[in-house]
């Protein structure tokens, strides 16, 4: 079956404006997460989505960065104002529940580059 | 600090050599997670370990989870050009229903 997709691939976009990256998870999957990537490190939690709630957004970096997924299925991480330093590969995963019982699955990642 | 904390960062190994990966937590682990990525691609789910003294394997890598001493060990046998990679592992740390990953360990595989 299909796995977790995210678009685009790749993102370039200049300093101080806006960008949306979408993700579609396994179909079935209520659990959603998003994790961001910089070169030479692992993964690391932004904020994960039980159904369409947030149920944990403590990995956000600040206010400029937001997320949604309105019907619990596709979710779309905001960040407005972007900075050099948002530069990074953001991941999404998703599982059937939360918790450690479950495996999550990852997207191939959307590279993000703010020039 | 990290809370996890994988060794080595980097391991260069003949083919066919075996190989262990480590990883060692600070917290208590509630499930580790062995991803492997490759440059530009996401991660590749490997094997997930709950519960202390489990050992999990699948074609050539077996992963074993030591939760006394909140570590778990990647080890491969007779390694292939196939394994190179970056290797990370992933915890729910304290019940927090979300991963903390280790740093990666690269793995080059000569020929």
């Known amino acids: 079956g299909a796995g977790v997709s995210q678009t685009p691939s790749n993102k370039v976009t200049e300093k101080g404006k806006y960008v949306e990256l979408r993700c579609d998870p396994i179909s079935g999957h209520t659990a959603l997460y998003w994790y961001r990537q910089s070169l030479g490190q692992g993964p690391e939690f932004l904020i994960y989505f039980q159904g369409t709630g947030a149920a944990d957004d403590s990995g956000l970096p600040n206010d400029r960065f937001f997320a949604v997924r309105p019907e619990g299925s596709v979710s779309t991480l905001k960040i407005q104002r972007t900075e050099r330093g948002d530069s990074a590969v953001y991941l999404c995963a998703s599982s059937l529940g939360s918790g450690g019982s479950y495996e999550q699955y990852f997207g191939p990642g959307t590279r993000l580059t703010v020039t | 600090s990290q809370e996890l904390e994988q060794s080595p960062q980097s391991l260069i190994v003949q083919e066919g050599k075996n190989l262990t990966i480590n990883c060692t937590s600070s917290?208590?682990?509630?499930?580790l997670y062995w991803y492997k990525q490759k440059y530009g691609e996401g991660l590749i789910f490997l094997m997930m370990l709950q519960k202390g003294g489990e050992e999990k394997s699948h074609e050539k890598i077996t992963a074993k989870l030591d939760e006394k001493k909140q570590q778990s060990s990647l080890h491969i046998t007779a390694s292939q050009p196939s394994h190179a990679g970056i290797y990370l592992c992933g915890a729910d740390i304290q019940g927090a229903q979300k991963l903390v990953f280790g740093q990666g360990t690269r793995l080059t595989i000569n020929p």
């Open positions: 917290k208590t682990l509630y499930g």
